[in-house]
């Protein structure tokens, strides 16, 4: 008996996600000494020192399960953001958010819309839910075309994904842009309400040095359809551990609590994570960090006459040309530097490069002139 054949239709076409190589990996297939990760936009200078306190004080007592309902982090957030606790929830990390959401709200006939180029997770979680995903294309630049997608909204429409600023572009869109958007959309006769918006805020922190960059949550008091979503993984260091927060209206937050796994959280993630959101040095220092850096990178490539797309994340996408994207990820890993291609984010000229140290930026540079001859 062929026992795959009870597979749910939908998961048949499934590839793996494929997640970005560890150094240790690197290292023992290519029987290199020294590696640099530059793939999966983590934090450089590391977890935040908040966090590592709160984890050695409380790592004896991983024997006990975490609280189901994370509420002292659940208490910090709502702190933190000023915002009821009823309003937050929270997962082990972004990935479950869109999950948990695709479970929620996806029906097999239900549309929901997605930008070309943006977080490959939104689209596998349509497929998983069997429901259909409506690709819009991006504006010249790779900026989110919010116009296109509510152009592309039907009755059938159950949500749009939009993430601000996007992975792995950068580009981000403006406060009246977005405000412009979620007063446009349209309410669909067939539910009674306007579509979801999941607004993905991964990059939020690094974001908000840009002048014109929104802050999702003040849309939230007119917006019942909105949930945003932010992550630790990102600015606070804290990838390892998988820990993710949203805030929507309290009766969405209702049905995430009741779906939701019970422990989601782990115990590690929910105490470093409450220290963390108030490790105003970690954000300030990161942020510091990677504005001098991305200016650095910028000015490189220039010199090396390669096109990358302005970003307001910790993050650069540049053309791999001459090369394709997988070949010049082939010579640059071959060189000790893992990047990230682009062919599943369909730029198979593009690379994605994560603002590293100094020093790691200036080796990924200096392996760049390498396989350029420069
Ligand atoms: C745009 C975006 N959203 C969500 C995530 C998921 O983050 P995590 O699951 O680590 O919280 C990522 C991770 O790279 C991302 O780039």
Redesign the pocket.
Known sequence: MEITRIIRKVCEGFEPYVAGKSINTIKRELGLESVIKLA??ENPLGASKKALEAIKSNFENIFFYPDSNSCCLKKALSESYSLPIKNIFTAA????I?ELVAKLFFNCDDEIVISKHS?V?YAMSVKMMGSKAIIVSMKKGLTYDLVALLKACTQKTKAIFV?NP??PTGTYNTKPELLEFLRELPSSDKFGVKPLVVL?E??FEYALLERDYPNGLDFLEDNPNLIVFR???KIYGL?GL???YGFANEKIVDYIERIRPPFNVNFLAQVAAAAAIFDKEQVERSQRLIKKEKEYLYKEFKKLKIEYVNSAANFILFSSLPFKGKELFRKLLENGVIVRSMDEYELPCHVRVSIGTHKENELFVEKLKKIHKI
């Open positions: 999966s936009n990390g972004g990935d479950e869109i977080f997770r993430t996007n992975n993905d991964a990059y992550t630790f993984s990838a998988r820990v993710g």
